[in-house]
């Protein structure tokens, strides 16, 4: 599952999301120290990371 950064607007505060790709639409992500719904997504590094099973 990927993790998405998030960085609030309002207090700077980081945070991390887990959330299945599919549902990444319908994620709201709210800072967990204000509960500002202000956030922006942060670069994130897992469209780099290929999956593999083996
Ligand atoms: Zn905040």
Do not use: G
């Amino acid at each position: 599952m990927p993790v998405y950064e998030f960085q609030c607007k309002k207090c700077s505060e980081v945070f991390e999301v887990k959330c299945r790709v599919e549902e990444y639409s319908k994620l709201k992500p709210t800072c967990p120290k204000c509960k500002s719904e202000e956030v922006e997504r942060k670069i994130s590094t897992f469209y780099a990371q290929t999956e593999s099973k083996t």
